[in-house]
């Protein structure tokens, strides 16, 4: 007993040692941000450090002379990644708290507090599959049409842009979807539907249909990805569905694989019957290998899509394998376009710079300024009434790119 006790004790002091060794890493961190200093080097032993001081590098012969890559200076979408990279590194070096997620109480928080929006998409998906089987083609796509809206609306939901603050799902979503169609700026729904109903219709035993989603927030976002991905089973339309999420704790709330996990065993738990039928389901997809989860290093580097092929090209390898690619969220949009201020005409296909592993498609609610693919003087319009239409997260894109 007393030796137990001397042993908790122990693991006490540890746990507080290095607390006080990871929250000097932050202020010291917190000071470099405020006081605009340089970038320096990663200089953990992580896998990613190597890639990161490279990429400084680069940033460093971009900047030509004018001066060290600072926090002020820099590129805002190189400078909020590495921001998150160093969080992860003050965690990750340091035992026994090297595991621990800063972001987790939030995330957690944002599912609970949406739950009476989940129950209500739970309790609509279950008594949609009841009857999937004799819905006939039109039925079929005005059901995924919604589930796709769900599943784009549901990306509002993300802490990184409320700084933290409630940013859950609480009115039913599937109420408002059609008072919400004209804030959807570029809507390729029916493309979407198209190629899924096609590659249905030409199927053959020996080739599957495979869809990816490259994932964004946890929270009641993921609950819609989750449905929407079973949707994509149920009808048929899909034989396979690959998730992919962040290796390290990333944008606050962006799911990471404990998050996966953790939703579908609270959905299980769950005190509500379709709820609970949902995680059963859901758990029954990832053991029978039809629902697939991945992490790649390469979704918390600092890099743009287009360097994808360069940098990751195991995982643009396996992207090739996916009949259609759906990205989540606004992140992901900078990483397509590569965070530039193009003009808003600019086709999308062009702002993609190259990366088309396979047929894509983004599904974003709009949090910061790129936007492509718009009709000449749509974005004009809007921002002569809105200015701050391309932050508010009140607009969103269903954007898709054919590929090659
Ligand atoms: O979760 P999402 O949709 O990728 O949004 C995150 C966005 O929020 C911010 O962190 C802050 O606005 C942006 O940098 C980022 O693009
Ligand atoms: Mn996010």
Redesign the pocket.
Known sequence: MFKIGNFVLYLFQKGVEAEKRAISFLSKLRNELQTDKPVTPLEDELPDATLWNEYLDYQRNLSNGNGEPSWFQSP??YI?CYMYRRIHAALAQNPPIDNFDVFKEGKAQNFFESQGAIIALCTYFQELLKNIKDLDEKQLQEEFFKLLQVSLWG?KC?L??SAGEDSSQKSSPLQCLEDMVPFILVNDMEKLWSLLINAKNRKTDKCKVRVDIIL??AGFELVSDFVLADFLLSSKLADEVHFHGKSIPW????TTKNDFNWTIKQLQAANHMWMSRCGINWEGNLKKGVWVYHDHMFWTLPHDFSSMAEVAPDLYADLQKSNLLLF???????KLTGDRKWEHTVPFHQALNKFHPAPLCSL??L??DTQVGLKPGQGEEIQASEPEWM?SGKYGVVQFDAAL
């Open positions: 805002w979408l909020e990306n993300d990184s842009f964004d927030n944008y606050v709330s962006d989540k969220g606004d992140l992901n949009y900078r974003r609610t949090k910061s932050i």
